[in-house]
């Protein structure tokens, strides 16, 4: 009887097992950082688990931001990596990250996110409509545009610095991030 009974349960573990294998594999992650980044997660839920973005994870907490990026959405958030925050002046992150400084630091950080869902696709078929650009507003309300050079998808602020997507499409539950190598400043 104990011989049935274990088997029984052993059976069930395997077909929940297996359950959860198919779906976490019908979820098409996309590794980012050293973890899987799901789209059934929000953008939060994902860029914590990121080696790579650990800066800006600590960014968007000092700014008061986590709940807004938790939230429906959708957003396109064009993501800092660590190396992009290592590119600024010595200093500038150091100071952005102190509490006197909260709404200049959410006025960066907005300036990487743009309301609506666009994946790589979309950001190209605009490109291809505005002639080789595509202007996109910004929730902190600046301008960024978006152009290629080759097959590789570029954003550039409005002070001329430019930054290259490195990892585009890590589609989330309430948008997609765009991974860049280079933090884009609004005009101050």
Request: charged share 20%.
């Amino acid at each position: 009887m104990k011989i049935q009974n274990f088997f029984k349960v052993a059976f069930a573990a395997f077909i929940f097992l297996s359950a959860n294998m198919a779906f976490a594999q019908m979820e098409k992650t996309k590794m980012v950082g050293g973890a899987e980044m799901y789209p059934s997660k929000n953008i939060i839920e994902n860029a914590v688990n990121s080696a790579d973005h650990t800066t800006l994870v600590a960014a968007v907490k000092a700014a008061g931001l986590v709940e807004t990026l938790q939230g429906a959405g959708p957003f396109t958030v064009f993501a800092p990596d660590n190396m992009a925050f290592d590119k600024l002046p010595a200093g500038t992150v150091e100071t952005l990250l102190k509490p006197e400084n909260k709404a200049q630091l959410q006025a960066v950080l907005t300036y990487h996110v743009v309301a609506g869902k666009m994946g790589s696709k979309e950001i190209a078929a605009a490109i291809k409509k505005g002639d080789g650009k595509a202007v996109l507003t910004t929730v902190q309300g600046g301008k960024l545009t978006a152009w290629m050079k080759g097959t590789d998808l570029y954003i550039s602020d409005e002070n001329g610095g430019e930054s290259k997507v490195t990892i585009a499409d890590v589609w989330q539950s309430n948008g997609v991030i765009h991974s860049v190598d280079t933090v884009v400043l609004p005009k101050m």
